[in-house]
């Protein structure tokens, strides 16, 4: 996965841990069957900055954990037209995640598991929205979301 992690957030990521952003997201584009050149990027933030991205994108006016801007593949009234190799080679961009890291303190502590099991857990979430899946539509939509995330990360080796 060609994977932009981008850190606004404050004191800042440890390398450690955007390692572990990069690897649970190769392991969660594999598993989707992703192509390998598929882009993303993840920015992380402090809960000031994820609560005006709230505000502003979703009406929302307080801080929260993850946002998923994906980038829809609409039906182009121009299509490109190129063979099947060509198209291949062409890199799929899904979108962008805003993560909090104040958020993902937070949760930890309430949900008594590591730092690095929430951090997992909300760019997997997030990653999951960005390829179409959406727990909010209907309550079996809910279970395949929730349970193919919890699939991953225990494969991934990140268990509660």
């Known amino acids: 996965m060609d994977l ?11 390398e450690e841990h955007l390692t572990l952003v990069k690897n649970v997201l ?3 584009g594999k598993a989707l ?8 990027s993840v920015t992380f933030v402090n809960n000031d900055e994820i609560q005006r991205y709230n505000r502003e994108y979703r009406g929302l006016d307080k ?10 593949d609409e039906a182009d009234d121009f299509p490109l037209l190129m063979d099947e ?17 104040d958020k993902i303190g937070e949760q930890a502590e309430y949900l008594e598991h590591s730092w690095e099991r929430e951090l997992g857990f909300l760019v997997v979430h997030g990653f999951l929205h960005l390829n179409g899946y959406d727990h909010m539509k209907s309550e079996a939509d809910e279970k395949e979301m929730f349970d193919l995330q919890r699939q991953i990360l225990d494969d991934y080796g990140l268990t509660r």
Request: aromatic residues 4%; charged residues 25%; proline residues 8%.
């Open 85 to 101: 190799e060509m198209a291949e080679e062409i890199p799929k961009n899904i979108g962008d995640l805003i993560v909090s890291v």
């Open 26 to 28: 190769d392991y969660a």
């Open 63 to 72: 801080p929260t954990d993850v946002i998923s801007f994906a980038i829809e």
């Open 4 to 14: 932009a992690l981008i850190d606004e957030s404050k004191p800042g990521l440890s």
């Open 33 to 40: 069957g992703l192509p390998d050149n598929t882009e993303m």
